[in-house]
């Protein structure tokens, strides 16, 4: 197995209290296996950085990724280097994203990468 690491930057979040209950929700859409963190975003001054890390199968490494982001949200950059057998996929808040759940919505960017 091999590890991911999902990094959320929402928007709209006032309190630690709201980012944490968006952590929850997202690790019980994903597996309810992860680990995460999460910190504030000085960017803005309503946003906060939530990391997940986990494990997807060696096998089917880009459609397990696909198939995990969206859960949360659409549509997702996907970048894939076969020589390395690695992948990034980002995703970009737009008039044009699909929240999964309304939740959701609070997502400003995430990256979802599976490392070497």
Do not use: C
């Not at 699909?98 to 959701?104: A, H, L, S, T």
């Amino acid at each position: 197995m091999r590890q991911f690491r999902l990094t959320i930057i929402t928007k709209n979040q006032k309190n630690v209290d709201k980012a944490k209950k968006l952590a929850k929700l997202i690790d019980s859409t994903l597996s309810d296996d992860l680990t995460y963190e999460i910190n504030k975003y000085n960017k803005f001054s309503d946003s906060f950085k939530i990391e997940f890390s986990g494990k997807v199968k060696n096998e089917s490494l880009i459609s397990q990724a696909v198939e995990l982001t969206d859960r949360l949200s659409s549509p997702w950059l996907i970048y894939y280097d076969r020589n390395e057998d690695t992948a990034n996929l980002i995703f970009n808040k737009s008039d044009h994203s699909n929240f999964r759940k309304p939740e959701f919505n609070v997502i400003e960017w995430s990256s979802f990468e599976i490392d070497e």
